[in-house]
T-cell receptor, first 112, second 113 residues
């Protein structure tokens, strides 16, 4: 059974800092890994998708890495802004199963 | 707008009632899903469905049933609602090969009183 863990559960940083969010998963036979952002009371916005054959993806100030062998992914946010405040969710797509397994999320607060 | 859209956004109902949540996607995706986000904000798969196969998470009560009139729609029917069904329900879709990842709707907050 795939279990996805995100550390830390909550993070508070001053504006402008670079930060790293961590995601670990127990079954390395993944199909892909997707990072989402969820604002309070809102839906999920896809940030980055990494296929199992890839090691990283970048979009603007965001960079996500994937190390399948160690069961880890990181989301790097450069030069954080107050607008980055949200809950960040890591989700793993497992081979042979068509659904995502979600982590418990990291709630990020960027202080102006 | 290309998207996954759900209605209603909010649903308040009494215990014992039967209700439905509608979901539509115009992304041309083959597979649709329903996820439940509980009070601790944890998201868990309920169903995945394409035109060939319905996969049900074994922990989902049989009071919940998905109905798909066509490839672009997957509605969620809930019978005999219970207090514990209160949660946010998210619809999602993906291509059959999942190459583009998953797209989620904005959620339906169900409150059972």
């Amino acid at each position: 059974k795939q279990e996805v863990t995100q550390i830390p559960a909550a993070l508070s940083v001053p504006e402008g800092e670079n930060l790293v969010l961590n995601c670990s998963f127990t079954d390395s036979a993944i199909y892909n890994l997707q990072w989402f952002r969820q604002d309070p009371g809102k839906g999920l916005t896809s940030l980055l998708l990494i296929q199992s054959s890839q090691r990283e993806q970048t979009s603007g100030r965001l960079n996500a890495s994937l190390d399948k062998s160690s069961g880890r992914s990181t989301l790097y946010i450069a030069a954080s802004q107050p607008g980055d405040s949200a809950t960040y969710l890591c989700a793993v797509g497992r081979g042979g199963a068509n659904n995502l397994f979600f982590g418990t999320g990291t709630r990020l607060t960027v202080i102006p | 707008d290309t998207a996954v859209s759900q209605t209603p956004k909010y649903l308040v109902t009494q215990m014992g009632n039967d209700k439905s949540i509608k979901c539509e996607q115009n992304l041309g995706h083959d597979t649709m899903y329903w996820y439940k986000q509980d009070s601790k904000k944890f998201l868990k798969i309920m169903f995945s469905y394409n035109n060939k196969e319905l996969i049900i998470n074994e922990t989902v009560p049989n009071r919940f049933s998905p109905k798909s009139p066509d490839k672009a729609h997957l509605n969620l029917h809930i019978n005999s609602l219970e207090l514990g069904d209160s949660a946010v329900y998210f619809c999602a879709s993906s291509a059959l090969d999942r190459a583009g990842g998953y797209t989620f709707g904005s959620g339906t907050r169900l409150t059972v009183v």
